[in-house]
């Protein structure tokens, strides 16, 4: 976790106090399905919930462990010292500290998974926003960086918002997959343990029972989950990388807002970069990088090893974190991108009349030109433009060939923005619906 | 792709036969649709349709791309081979390349998601059978590959099959994810083409109309379906290592099947390996290396670039063409695992009666034995077994500490293995239903 | 391996005839090692030596496999076909099939390594020559997309040399870690076969011994070698982003060759598309991809175990020859790349004079200004320049506060372009020598 | 960085205190080139020198940083208020930021591998000493998981120890590599800068001026140096995996230190668990997945973006960090893992003499049977052993088959196991050498 790639909302879910308050949690709600089931007497699983409100003394858990060295065992001795070790005597019966630590563990990513969730849907709003606004700002589309024909802005926002949603609908059902618990002891079997203890200690943490648990938590869930993380923040690059383009000093077709006391470097004070986007850039490889290693994860040696244990103890926080901060701060991009659209259209009349290239390919098809023949006229009179900046309606205008199958109007008619934005509507009530 | 590590069906989808048939079809839609709105004649239509039947001629088609150096102009040169240059000249108006190349890939991962599913389905088949053949087949259960407490066979199938559902249910929204073509035109405005065009072929062929293109369908779709295959494949590895570990000579609780002209090596006959499984194991890595090109691909330069094709070129065919192979194989390890319930039974005395400390631990606790001391008291015998292959059982009916909390009967009843198999009915009913 | 994307010699070395041919030399020089040695009859090691001159039948060897299901036993059988059974009993004796398996992957991977060599050979030559060619043209320096300061078109030649001359460095220490070989027998000991066997073959295949192997040779080798592979394919992609982006329609300062008869776009033909640097970044992620799973390979279980097999049978062929494929596409692209010098002049020019602005900031500093106030200085002219259009020159010229520190002779020295050049010559002596 | 897996020295070349530190350096001692260039006065330059021994406040720099978002920008300002900003002036002329973050990222990541080849020189010691220890400890070899022949611990640790040394030339390749550093402004012209500072400040620092740089050092550097972490990773977890293995309950041929107050589960007392070879299981996935977001910090815009830079903010640290733990925790287990020679013993026994199987056939092809033939009668009596427990030796002496070929005598003379160790001090010498 760098801290400032972090923001601390996130960053909490993750902290020692957190993941000890779920672990007391699970440990109180077990006792009360234990006393229910006549296992364990009442009032000492009543006496767990005295520990209600105390904090965790997380040094002392600590120094408890340099001992045992078991993580589960220390807080357990440290619940002792909060309720006392006689009513502390039933806490954790039957149970496995990877009941404890599994369970946690995933309402640690169902809760990072809201977060993140928060997160997108002010990237959407943002983009939502901002593609309303700039419906019908016309840009050059461009495919291979090389100018194609007519847009909007509106568009590339449109575009990145039914990304960001699918994202989103992915990221619902990975935090779907991740919310299970398992409180099913030693191998799994129950043995030790009723099935409905876990039934109880999931239906209070808002989790389902894992069908089948073998001490872990399956690994596949989580990679899944991770994997959906990935695919988000190559999302975001995608974004990331748009607004990288649209400022380069060639283009200048947009700018992250720069605010007046920022310096954007030492040596060259008039440079303004895009460093926020540069910096999604990186992030989301970060993002990434986790997917290998929860996949790799899946893999475990019979009932369980321990190998995935380290593994997400750093990317179950660095990667929820870094994502977390990548969402917001590409939100404020977008809510604060600076457009311009003039740019936009001295850029598309870079070369003079071009873009239309292909209405005209259309039109002198549809007069009646073979498709091979119409293909070298438009071919023909473009490379005048493209090699002497002659203008291409007035080439086509003076070729002979071209006005045998076309009149003048008809050429004329060929340059009209409007044609390319007359479906414009249609794609934005297929991406926002009707609002 | 490795022939060796094919299947027929799945390298059929991938052909260039298949792929033209698959242009050719959507070509032949997309005049239907165009007549319909009247851009084009009904005739000219209906002549498309002439090369229903047509085998395209791929050396042909390879013939003129190497003149023109773009694959759909060559091939709808040679369409119009097939069905005369005065018909044909409607053909693909007013669409870009991508229109077809993009709908096309997405058929092809459609139909290798069909082909996938059929084959989870085998697994799934495979695992429930023997889940239920072992349901009762008592083995220890190993945590970090140390023996901990029973379980049974069938609990080891019965999780596999619950892993392999999940991911079969992932591989269904993959599939719908992925289920979706675009007929949008050049920078996917539908300047050049009407909307109706791109719902009429998408109908036709099984698909969605993508609601936002920009000339490609967005690479986050494709990311998301490699993502899934990547996370299926490491839980094929999960199931392999199993067996491999299973197949060990000190283990042999289960073997491959070893037919009867196989030779395990060259040198050792005794030796016989699991081969399938460890090859699993390299063909899961093989899946999973598509998912980070996948991601990297869904950056693309504004509204396209190609970048990402040569990397679907590969991963397209080798992933999905890996993924069905290794599916079918596991299928048949599973199928035929011959399994040695007698080396279970002797794996797990191997300690003797030290698998049930844990209850004998509880049982102290229960009887009023502080957690401490009676994880001392299990401790110091146990380790007398450990060390010196005591009888775990007669050490604690002679140690004077544990006999003073527990009676020799309820020593005794610890050891019931029926004890640790009461909930395998409750795990089975979750992962299998009632069926 | 996509045909499309290979070039036959490469190819060649993955067939099954070099396959086999490797492993009949193998056998052949180790039965004259066993005859020095006097383990065999001197008449049957030379008799091996009768199909020096064979061609092995392929698909003769696959119908052995097919029944024995083992690929080394397939070949032993058909070459005693070749040279009689009785002459042919000595052969492959004390040694392992991953004897042959093992030490034929490794003479392929450096074959393919001295392939891959010659490919950055001729990378490197057309750097260096259009480097030179370029040296002083001048060109503006880009950070984050935006103009910085200038510098010129052979530096960046010049980098994408250096860069690609430590990756020939790299490759030859990858190749040397992979020139092993072992003849060691079962698990290494070398207990049925002589070690002078192994040091005889190695000699004769150029290779040297593996000192300690287990079965097979150490994969750390393997990992290292496709791990190097990535790197150079990273480099490959970072000159191939720097086409992309100079032939963007906006920047224009150089193009991809464009050869007559080749079509851009089906429908706008006056596009000119960097399809080849596309290209080669996602060629340069299927090399990347490989490297993950060499990483996992390096992992096997005790001895050995057979999951890399199935891992290097396709990474082995498929990351060289795209590797390869891709070296030459770029060597293509970087001898025929069409630089535009006066676009290049143009470009900088955008922003009359901003680009200096670094030079001022330094100027006034020099000339006793505070730094705060130089930067506040140049930040306000520069800022008329950004927003207005004003020439950076006119208006410093115009600023009493500037002009109190520099006269207007030391203003006008600040826009010199031999400032900015005025070290190439050192660094082409750093990056070229005296060349 | 997780705190449980890290080492106090590698962390704190990472902390803010170390890098500033390193920015102070370079840029006192450009001030000394400068000075000595004339470009500054001798005086300025020895006054930045009077900071030597301060500690920078890390809190008020960020505090600085906060108002101007420039990091470099802040620290300068912070040094200032140590010199005098009289004094201050001169500081930094001529350079970019670059310059200083570059140059010291190269430094801490030379200090790392310092670190971490002093911890692969203990993890080599420790593989050194217990193969030495136990060079003669025979146990059985293990293909796919399944007995083969015998070798010894020794040779397993022998191969470690070659793995781990290949490593260590690796990383001082890398080492070597990554130990440039660069003064050369703007855009890596050196329009501002005399390369003499670059020379100057290179040599106090230990480092070589990069050939050729343009604001930054080019990043290939740095994706070899991860990529050689993630190979050295890789390994790692294949030591790790064999002493998981030998740990299993049903192999138990080694265990992982047990120190006496560690609990190995809060269940199952009795159990060992190789908990820090499962641990290094995962820090190996965790150094690995930085291999492929350092490649794909490689390609960079023009002259730079700053993409790289968040990524190295992560993966710098905490890569070197958790591979400086792993290695000292992977040396601490090599030092102590406790071997059971006579379980190696017991083990090898486990199938009656099985395992010189691959000694009787060789025998039997030189007494003149036909390669088919004694593969048969091998594999005849082996079949025996396996299915029935019979004894190999027995069996073969009461086979008339084999004994028309091979004596009693001869057939004894198989089962000796010196036969298998006979070369291992060859191997010994090859990996150590005559030490």
């Given at each position: 976790m760098i801290p400032r790639y972090s923001r601390p909302d996130m960053v909490a879910i993750w902290s020692p106090e957190a993941k000890f308050r779920i672990w007391y949690e699970i440990e109180a709600h077990a006792c009360d399905a234990q006393a229910e089931l006549g296992v364990i007497p009442k009032a000492n699983a009543e006496a767990v919930w005295k520990a209600k409100d105390a904090e965790f003394d997380v040094a002392r858990i600590d120094e408890i462990e340099a001992v045992t060295k078991h993580d589960v065992i220390a807080f357990l001795t440290h619940l002792a010292e909060h309720i006392g070790s006689d009513d502390a005597r039933f806490v954790h019966q039957g149970m496995t500290s990877s009941d404890v630590l599994d369970t946690t563990l995933n309402v640690q990513l169902v809760r990072a998974a809201d977060i993140l969730l928060a997160g997108m849907d002010r990237v959407l709003e943002a983009l939502k926003t901002r593609a309303h606004e700039h419906k019908d700002t016309v840009r050059i589309g461009r495919s291979h960086g090389i100018h194609a024909e007519p847009t909007t802005m509106g568009l590339t926002f449109a575009r990145f918002y039914a990304e960001m949603a699918r994202g989103r609908a992915r990221l619902v059902n990975a935090r779907e997959e991740i919310a299970t618990g398992a409180i099913s002891g030693a191998v799994g079997t129950f043995a030790n343990i009723d099935p409905f203890v876990e039934e109880h200690v999931c239906k209070q943490l808002g989790l389902k029972p894992e069908?089948?648990?073998?001490?872990?938590?399956?690994?596949d869930r989580h990679a899944m989950f991770f994997a959906t993380l990935g695919v988000i923040a190559s999302s975001i690059e995608n974004i990331a990388t748009e607004v990288r383009h649209m400022q380069r000093t060639e283009v200048l077709e947009a700018e992250e807002f720069f605010s007046k006391?920022?310096?954007?470097s030492s040596a060259m004070p008039h440079k303004r970069n895009p460093v926020l986007t540069e910096n999604l850039t990186g992030l989301a490889r970060l993002v990434r990088m986790s997917v290998i290693p929860a996949l790799e994860n899946v893999t475990l040696w019979h009932e369980r090893d321990i190998s995935h244990s380290s593994v997400e103890r750093a990317i179950g926080p660095d990667t929820t974190i870094t994502l977390d901060f990548a969402l917001h701060r590409l939100a404020g991009v977008v809510e604060k991108l600076v457009i311009y659209p003039d740019n936009m259209l001295a850029n598309m009349n870079k070369f003079r009349g071009l873009v239309m290239s292909q209405r005209v390919l259309l039109a002198l098809t549809q007069a009646g030109v073979s498709r091979e023949d119409s293909y070298r006229l438009v071919q023909r009179n473009a490379m005048k433009v493209w090699?002497?900046?002659?203008d291409f309606k007035t080439e086509l205008l003076a070729d002979p060939e071209v006005t045998a199958a076309l009149s003048p109007a008809e050429i004329e008619e060929k340059f009209d923005l409007g044609y390319h934005t007359k479906h414009v509507d249609t794609i934005f009530k297929r991406v926002f619906g009707d609002s």
């Open positions: 069908p089948i648990s073998t001490q872990v938590i399956p690994r006391g920022q310096k954007g090699e002497k900046g002659a």
